[in-house]
């Protein structure tokens, strides 16, 4: 079948949805086709963002309101400055002048869905006159909006955009926009006129900060005096043009500032007025113009910002493993700790603090005498026996232990020493444990002969202070542990005289806090506007040669959509870029500051832009992964600090690690570098060998153990899910260390017998499954206590002990059943893991059981606005043959479009098309401008990073992609003759394939093909 086929049978049943709509509630949302322009309620969330990669971003919205002002390096998604460009049309007096805000009508809901509603808006300019009608239309990295008014002589086109240049990220990188007004006079007259841009310093509260000149234009600052751009300016710059600037707006209380400037702007008013030094509230700029009938003008505003100082810093900077004891007593709560209660003193062992759960080694007390019933002491922290815990050593044997309860309040524990009377023995503290909860505390041990019960004072946990009764052991109230021995020992390092430390002494020293790429380029707000001005151009036509490029396709209008669409996400304040060029990204980002850091390893597993777009971009997560987060023994912290540095932010993640052994190999063929893999293979191979012993110690071939993914719980006993992953990295590794002529025979063995294993005990002969395991585990899960419980609860704590570990999936149907076999596919590992009529199975029960038209009748108790209501989605997990545990794994209930493009994907890249289809139009209906962004599609945050699984479309369509290492080219077309944009480390171009054969048009650099393989869809 071909595209045009598909698209033509995709309007079809558009078409007959809409005739069978009619007899619907008059509540349903209008429709609009894939791809098109955006009008009428369909703009009413439209807010596209214009920036740079890590660099910061403005939207332009889809009347061509600017929004979400996020220049600071972090998310402002409710930062509406006050600016605005208008259009005054002068008349023969002043009384025949037209004047607009060159804006479309404001959207419905900001009548009264904004703060400050009930009062009036008094902080818009929503009271101003704008035009009447408006249509968007997105061709990324350009947005257009063209704007119309009966009373209004001149048409208006709204250009935004800053520079996408593949392959080139520094130029990505600027933190730039752009916005272009090409006036047209459509009437049979002359027509003089005055545009304008007028804008409130945003930066700081209204008179504070300072506006100071540039060339063009003018520049807000956050501060006033020296050095002022270093905390914040923002430069708003015409070009080509010569502007009057009036920098500092009129003073008085009330709305003064406003109603002066709008009388200027209605009236023509040009004001050429200095900068003061401070306690200005606004500027404007303007620029008279002449049009003949049927001419036109095009008005350049430049912006740009430079923000090079910020408080921002994630994680710990300590090496990944150890040491646990690192010399001194806690004094309480860690950084990014829960708090920390029940302690007596000032001082407790904490061994989250400050290394979190990372760390690990034992603390041991000097001999003592066993001579009193029993030895009293108060823990916390992690519950898992044999890793975090309290012992009691007897001849070098543990006689006594006790363990926390996964929280960070401290009780009451007692040995009983009744038969060890006399005896010698060490208190060990011990840590050994790097996953959540992998942490004890401890404080206060004491011999008594009495229960600890008659030693508490009724005080929360404080106890008499005879010491006849109680005799103290040690309170770690000192500055050091009072002679108990921390093992391994705590080793001193260099660090420079400003407190930062660096693994290396040749190195520079890890700054304190973030400071964004382009700081260590461009010095001031007035070389990035000096490098903006002089490269527009240039900048310009490259960025349209992507467009150009990328558009040129006839895949289907919502697969394009879906994957332009989340390429903004790129622009947005979720990727970071620190100083030295490296990428440091969030998750997603919440109203006023990044979610969840570090880079998250599962969470872009995901993401399959930025490998192809930027490859180089991409390899430096890999450089992260494999050093800094990385310790001796193959853990990886899947979060990363930032400033990047030793350490992490997090324990290991099985999905996020081993994903990353196939990233590797992902990121050696994309780039054809051997001396890169040669580099990496020996962290990649100590990598997997970490998980093959702390995973799957038995050697089954499957995860067995314990281990954490990106539902932020941990599955017990061997699942699809997870265990694709291993199929994969085992699959990913062997073809690394057979290239270098490594010995990977064991992980051949474990790859067959990981097959073997997935097929015979997790496939239910129609999708894969979990096994849940209760026993058997080297560690297993810890049951709830059900006195616990409140009295109507303890039997259904009892049932959920019954079943197993809390949030599994079990017999359920999951959307990322497979997940590790698309990221093998999509990463180019074309071996045959499992049996693809089995996956397509599976794929296809996903699709059958988990994709709802309609959600209205669907009970979500978790995060319902990411689909609810007569939304239609994907949920995470249903369970088609019953047995859904009490307690499924978090988040089962929801609805993410990141696994809805991953699951689509899939089924293209095994011939399923439609259904495919099927679910990428459901997704991009919720993102349609009237309920949702069409450009944010979020998760746990705003432009959230998984959403980019969706450039995996591109290559489930067409099965193209590239091998720099065997220069080959592969087709492997499931939907007929095609056209479509391909991206590779060194160009980027078209693809055609038609009647079987391989056309490449290379648009950008050079792709060296010396081979094309077709196979057959």
Not at 310 to 318: A, D, E, F, V, Y
């Amino acid at each position: 079948m071909k595209f045009r086929t598909l698209i033509f049978l995709t309007l079809c049943f558009t078409v007959i949805s809409l005739g069978s709509s009619s007899m619907s509630l008059a509540t349903d949302k209008p429709t609009r086709e894939f791809n098109g322009p955006y009008t009428g309620r369909h703009l009413d969330r439209v807010s596209f963002p214009i920036g740079g990669i890590g660099a910061g971003m403005y939207c332009l919205d889809g009347n061509g309101a600017i929004s979400h002002m996020s220049v600071r390096n972090q998310m402002e998604f409710t930062n509406m400055p006050k600016m605005y460009a208008a259009l005054c049309v002068l008349g023969e007096n002043g009384e025949d002048n037209i004047a607009r805000v060159v804006e479309g009508p404001i959207p419905d809901w900001k009548y009264f869905g904004m703060p400050g509603a009930g009062n009036g808006l008094s902080h818009t300019t929503h009271g101003l006159p704008r035009f009447r009608e408006a249509e968007f239309l997105d061709r990324f990295p350009f947005a257009t909006i063209d704007l119309e008014d009966k009373l209004v002589p001149f048409t208006v086109r709204i250009t935004g955009w800053s520079p996408f240049t593949p392959g080139d990220p520094d130029s990505s990188s600027l933190p730039v926009g752009a916005l272009e007004y090409t006036f047209k006079n459509t009437s049979n007259t002359n027509k003089k006129a005055v545009f304008s841009y007028n804008a409130e310093n945003f930066l700081v509260s209204p008179g504070s900060g300072s506006i100071g000149p540039i060339d063009g234009g003018f520049v807000f600052y956050q501060k006033a005096g020296k050095d002022r751009d270093r905390k914040g300016a923002f430069a708003i710059v015409v070009d080509g043009d010569k502007p009057i600037v009036d920098h500092c707006w009129f003073r008085g209380g009330w709305w003064d500032a406003m109603t002066v400037t709008w009388d200027n702007v209605q009236n023509g008013k040009m004001v050429d007025n200095p900068p003061v030094p401070s306690n200005a509230r606004g500027a404007s700029l303007s620029v008279p113009f002449e049009l003949k009938p049927g001419e036109e003008k095009t008005i350049r505003l430049l912006t740009c910002w430079y923000t090079p100082e910020t408080n921002l810093k994630q994680g710990r900077r300590t090496a990944p493993g150890g040491p646990a004891f690192d010399g001194t007593p806690s004094l309480g709560t860690g950084e990014e700790q829960q708090p920390v209660s029940g302690f007596l003193g000032k001082g407790l062992i904490n061994t989250f603090d400050p290394g979190g759960d990372a760390p690990t080694g034992t603390l041991t007390s000097p001999e003592i005498t066993l001579n009193k019933k029993n030895l009293h002491f108060l823990v916390g922290g992690g519950g898992k026996v044999g890793r975090t815990c309290v012992n009691l050593l007897v001849d070098g044997k543990v006689v006594a232990t006790a363990c926390g309860k996964d929280t960070e309040h401290l009780e009451w524990a007692t040995f009983d020493l009744d038969k060890l009377q006399g005896k010698k023995a060490r208190i060990q503290i011990l840590d050994q444990s790097s996953d959540s909860w992998g942490h004890i505390l401890a404080d206060h041990f004491i011999l008594s002969d009495e229960p600890i019960e008659k030693l508490k004072t009724g005080d929360g946990n404080k106890i008499v202070a005879d010491s006849n009764r109680a005799v103290v052991l040690n309170s770690f109230d000192g500055k050091d542990y009072g002679g108990w021995q921390a093992d391994p020992p705590v080793e001193k390092t260099c660090c420079a005289s400003d407190g930062t430390c660096s693994t290396d002494a040749t190195k520079k020293p890890i700054p304190k806090t973030h400071s964004p790429w382009y700081a260590g380029k461009l010095d001031s707000i007035f070389q990035v506007a000096e490098y903006w001005v002089q490269n527009y151009d240039d900048l310009k036509k490259r960025s349209e040669t992507f467009r150009d490029t990328f558009y040129d396709t006839t895949l289907p209008p919502e697969v394009v959509e879906a994957v332009a669409a989340n390429l903004t996400i790129l622009k947005s304040p979720t990727i970071m870029r620190q100083q030295d060029g490296r990428l440091w990204c969030w998750e997603g980002c919440c109203d006023s500051h990044g979610c969840c850091a570090g880079s998250c390893t599962h969470v872009w597993n995901y993401a399959q832009a930025v490998c192809h777009l930027f490859p180089s971009l991409e390899r430096t997560l890999r450089q992260t992964e494999y050093n800094e987060s990385q310790d001796e023994s193959g853990r990886q912290a899947f979060r990363a600090n930032l400033p990047i540095s030793p350490g992490g932010i997090s324990f290991d993640a099985s999905d996020g690690q081993l994903g990353g052994i196939m990233k590797a190999y992902r990121e050696w063929r994309i780039s054809g570098d051997r001396d890169w893999l040669a580099e990496y293979w020996p962290k990649i191979k100590t990598s997997l060998d970490y998980m093959i012993r702390k995973w799957d110690p038995r050697h089954t071939g499957l995860l067995e153990e314990d281990h954490h993914n990106t539902y932020d719980i941990n599955y017990f006993g061997p699942d699809g899910h997870c265990g694709s992953f291993y199929l994969g990295a085992l699959a990913a590794a062997a073809r690394m260390g057979e290239e270098l002529g490594k010995d990977v025979s064991l992980y051949k063995e474990l790859l067959a017998k990981g097959k073997k294993r997935m097929v015979e005990e997790l496939y239910n002969g129609e999708y894969f499954i979990q096994i849940v395991q209760k026993t058997g585990l080297d560690y297993n899960f810890k049951p709830i206590y059900p006195a616990d419980q409140s009295k109507a609860y303890r039997e259904t704590a009892r049932i959920v002990n019954q079943q197993g570990p809390k949030y599994q999936y079990g017999t359920g149907c999951l959307s990322d059943g497979v997940l590790g076999l698309w990221m093998a596919a999509v990463c180019g590992i074309d071996e045959k893991l499992i049996d693809d009529a089995k996956v397509r199975s599976h794929l296809k029960a996903i699709h059958k059981y988990n994709l709802k038209h309609d959600l209205s009748t669907h009970a979500n108790p978790q995060r319902p606005s990411f689909a609810m209501g007569d939304d239609g989605g994907l949920l995470l997990c249903t369970w088609p043959r019953g047995n859904r545990p009490l307690l499924p794994f978090v988040y089962s209930n929801e609805v993410w479009t990141g696994i809805e493009y991953q699951v689509a994907s899939h089924l293209m890249l095994l011939g399923c098309v439609e259904e495919g289809l099927d679910i990428v139009r459901a997704a991009r209906k919720r993102y349609d401008g009237v309920r949702r962004n069409p450009f944010n599609e979020y998760e746990c945050g705003h432009w959230y990073a998984r959403a980019l699984s969706s450039y995996g479309l591109l290559q489930g369509l067409t099965g193209m992609r590239y091998d720099a290492v065997d220069k080959t080219l592969y087709v492997d077309s499931k939907g007929g003759d095609f056209r479509a944009f391909l991206a590779t480390a060194t160009g980027y171009g078209t693809v055609e394939f038609k009647d079987g054969k391989v056309k490449l048009e290379v648009k950008s650099g050079k792709i060296p093909v010396e081979k094309t393989v077709v196979k057959k869809g």
